[in-house]
């Protein structure tokens, strides 16, 4: 079936540097994508998404990428800071944009960030 | 306004026994979504459901799981003679309408631990 994952169980960065978080997708019908960030005892929290017409959008530090051509999505977080340390899970939305949201989430990627 | 609120946080029980979980969405939401985290894995979608109308359980199983959305009060989710594999973290997200655009909010989550 459809499945959302990911290339790298975990990410070690030192504070200040840059993070790459990747994903990688096999659905290649899928028109939406989300970057979710849960911090440890809560629940995801929204960070950016991104729709199969874009190539690129940036957020505040967050910028994501999306290559349809290999169906593969990243994450990249600029200076990266000790309050960033999270697990990081993109979704994908197939019912986009009707529907609701029947998210399907990759297994997480662990960033741990070190100062 | 306060975020989406459910309880209890933790839930233990013995093999049998029943569990209920509560989630009160966001003010103003009226659609509801319960999701499933096994540990070191993503979300996974259990059931949609609006105010009284149950819209797509596909990703709950047949038998011992059931949710509600009573016109009034929160949403319930019960998990009937409960077995060590219902063991995980159960996830009640809300958003204010229908459409794979909105974005959902979670709640922190109900960590269910079955002995």
């Known amino acids: 079936g459809e499945s959302v994952g990911l290339h790298l169980p975990t990410l070690s960065v030192q504070e200040g540097d840059n993070s790459i978080i990747n994903c990688a997708y096999s659905?290649?019908?899928?028109?939406?994508f989300i970057w979710y960030k849960q911090e440890s005892g809560k629940g995801p929290q929204f960070i950016i998404d991104?729709?199969?017409?874009?190539d690129k959008r940036q957020g505040q530090r967050v910028t994501v990428l999306l290559n349809k051509t290999v169906k593969h999505l990243s994450l990249q977080i600029a200076a990266t800071q000790p309050g960033d340390s999270a697990v990081y899970f993109c979704?994908?939305?197939?019912?986009?944009?009707?529907?609701?949201?029947?998210?399907?989430f990759g297994a997480g990627t662990r960033l741990a960030v070190h100062p | 306004n306060a975020g989406v609120m459910q309880n209890p946080r933790h839930l233990v029980r013995r093999r049998g026994q029943e569990a209920r979980l509560r989630c009160s969405p966001m003010?103003?939401?009226?659609?509801v979504y319960w999701y499933r985290q096994l540990p070191e894995e993503g979300l996974k979608f259990m059931v949609y459901?609006?105010?009284?109308?149950?819209?797509?359980e596909s990703g709950m199983p047949k038998e011992r799981f059931s949710a509600e959305f009573p016109k009034e009060g929160p949403s319930i989710l019960r998990i009937q003679q409960v077995v060590r594999g219902d063991s995980a973290a159960y996830f009640c997200?809300?958003?204010?309408?229908?459409?794979?655009?909105?974005?959902?909010?979670f709640g922190s989550g109900t960590q269910l631990s079955v002995l």
């Open positions: 991104i729709r199969s017409n874009m």
């Open positions: 997200a809300s958003s204010p309408r229908e459409g794979g655009y909105e974005k959902l909010f």
């Open positions: 659905n290649s019908a899928s028109d939406y």
């Open positions: 003010k103003g939401h009226s659609h």
């Open positions: 979704a994908e939305n197939p019912q986009f944009p009707s529907g609701y949201n029947k998210l399907i």
């Open positions: 459901l609006q105010k009284e109308n149950i819209i797509d």
